[in-house]
Nanobody
């Protein structure tokens, strides 16, 4: 079992930055790939970024590549998403998720555990 709690969301102007955090508990965390997904109103949940359990490899959606950075600290059981140069189209609820099989990192269906989400709103 893995429990996930996101924090760090809020309202920011376009061009600004936010740092999301995900606090994890459970024995499986250190061996799980972790991902961030987002869901805008009226849209399907989509992949944003993922990181392997070792932290060596990261993956990003094309829409956020170069602006967002995912990282993890296994000693503190945390995952972060640094979001820079934010755009109004980044507005969404952001979810942290754990992929205990550590495969198919961009595929939503491979993630076993999900947090409740944190709202990010970017004003123009």
């Amino acid at each position: 079992q893995v429990q996930l709690v996101e924090s760090g969301g809020g309202l920011v102007q376009a061009g600004g930055s936010l740092r999301l955090s995900c606090a994890a508990s459970g024995r499986s965390f250190s061996r799980a790939a972790m991902g961030w997904f987002r869901q805008a109103p009226g849209k399907e949940r989509e992949f944003v970024a993922a990181i392997t359990w070792s932290g060596v490899s990261t993956f990003y959606a094309n829409s956020v590549k170069g602006r967002f950075t995912i990282s993890r600290d296994n000693a503190k059981n945390t995952v972060h998403l640094q979001m820079n140069s934010l755009k109004p189209e980044d507005t969404a609820i952001y979810y942290c998720a754990a992929n205990t099989a550590s495969i198919s990192f961009t595929f939503l269906g491979r993630y076993d555990y999900w947090g409740q989400g944190t709202q990010v709103t970017v004003s123009s």
